[in-house]
C-alpha cells in the first residue's frame, strides 16, 4: 500500500480532462457518423406520398407530387370503366407487355389498377417527357377522334391515351402511361411510392 497522499486537485483535474475530451469525441463524431444517413433532400426525393382520396368524385382527378413527377389519381365512372374493353384493338400495348415503364404485377389488368374504380398514373407523356392534359369529356373535340371516349392528350405532339393510360396506335409516344408502385392504407388513403407492407 502506497503511503504517497492522494492530491485531490490533480484527481479532479484528470477527471474533468478525460469528461471533456469525451463530450468532444462524441461531438467530433456525431456529424461524422451523420453523413452515412440520407440527407433530407435525398429522402424528400424518394419518400412515399400519402394521398388522401376520400373527397374525389367519380369522373375526377386528383394530382400529387411523387419524386418530382406529377402523379394523377382518377376515380373512373363506370361508364369509363365499360368501355375500356372495347378499345383494346385501337390500343398499341392494350395489355401492358412491354418493359419500358414496367407495370406492377397488381395493375397488368383491364383496368391497370389496383380498384377498377381508381387510376394511379404518372403524368409524364412517353415520348419526349411532356405532360398530357385530361380529356374526360367524351365525343369530338379538337385535336381529337369524333369517338373519344375519354382519356388524355399531350398537346406537345399528339399522343393520345385512353382512361387507363393506354397509348393509341400510330402515336409519338412509344408506351403506355407508367403506373408508380402505390398501395392502399384504407378505403381512403393511398401511398404512392411504396406496394408492400413493411
Given at each position: 500500500?502506497?503511503?504517497?497522499?492522494?492530491?485531490?486537485?490533480?484527481?479532479?483535474?484528470?477527471?474533468?480532462?478525460?469528461?471533456?475530451?469525451?463530450?468532444?469525441?462524441?461531438?467530433?463524431?456525431?456529424?461524422?457518423?451523420?453523413t452515412f444517413q440520407p440527407?433530407?433532400?435525398?429522402?424528400?426525393?424518394?419518400?412515399?406520398?400519402?394521398?388522401?382520396?376520400?373527397?374525389?368524385?367519380?369522373?375526377?382527378?386528383?394530382?400529387?407530387?411523387?419524386?418530382?413527377?406529377?402523379?394523377?389519381?382518377?376515380?373512373?365512372?363506370?361508364?369509363?370503366?365499360?368501355?375500356?374493353?372495347?378499345?383494346?384493338?385501337?390500343?398499341?400495348?392494350?395489355?401492358?407487355?412491354?418493359?419500358?415503364?414496367?407495370?406492377?404485377?397488381?395493375?397488368?389488368?383491364?383496368?391497370?389498377?389496383?380498384?377498377?374504380?381508381?387510376?394511379?398514373?404518372?403524368?409524364?407523356?412517353?415520348?419526349?417527357?411532356?405532360?398530357?392534359?385530361?380529356?374526360?369529356?367524351?365525343?369530338?373535340?379538337?385535336?381529337?377522334?369524333?369517338?373519344?371516349?375519354?382519356?388524355?392528350?399531350?398537346?406537345?405532339?399528339?399522343?393520345?391515351?385512353d382512361m387507363a393510360g393506354r397509348v393509341f396506335k400510330?402515336?409519338?409516344?412509344?408506351?403506355?402511361?407508367?403506373?408508380?408502385?402505390?398501395?392502399?392504407?384504407?378505403?381512403?388513403?393511398?401511398?404512392?411510392?411504396?406496394?408492400?407492407?413493411?
Amino acid at each position: 500500500m502506497s503511503e504517497t497522499p492522494v492530491d485531490s486537485s490533480k484527481r479532479t483535474w484528470i477527471i474533468t480532462s478525460a469528461c471533456a475530451g469525451a463530450v468532444g469525441g462524441v461531438a467530433a463524431a456525431v456529424p461524422f457518423v451523420s453523413t452515412f444517413q440520407p440527407s433530407e433532400k435525398a429522402k424528400a426525393a424518394g419518400a412515399a406520398v400519402e394521398v388522401d382520396i376520400s373527397s374525389l368524385q367519380p369522373g375526377e382527378m386528383k394530382t400529387v407530387e411523387w419524386r418530382g413527377k406529377p402523379v394523377w389519381v382518377v376515380r373512373r365512372t363506370q361508364q369509363q370503366l365499360d368501355e375500356l374493353k372495347s378499345l383494346d384493338g385501337d390500343m398499341a400495348d392494350p395489355h401492358s407487355e412491354r418493359t419500358a415503364f414496367p407495370t406492377p404485377e397488381y395493375a397488368k389488368n383491364e383496368w391497370r389498377s389496383i380498384k377498377p374504380e381508381y387510376l394511379v398514373l404518372v403524368g409524364i407523356c412517353t415520348h419526349l417527357g411532356c405532360s398530357p392534359t385530361s380529356k374526360f369529356a367524351t365525343g369530338a373535340q379538337p385535336s381529337l377522334p369524333d369517338d373519344w371516349k375519354g382519356g388524355f392528350f399531350c398537346p406537345c405532339h399528339g399522343s393520345t391515351f385512353d382512361m387507363a393510360g393506354r397509348v393509341f396506335k400510330n402515336k409519338p409516344a412509344p408506351d403506355n402511361l407508367e403506373v408508380p408502385p402505390h398501395m392502399y392504407l384504407s378505403d381512403t388513403k393511398l401511398l404512392i411510392g411504396e406496394d408492400k407492407k413493411a
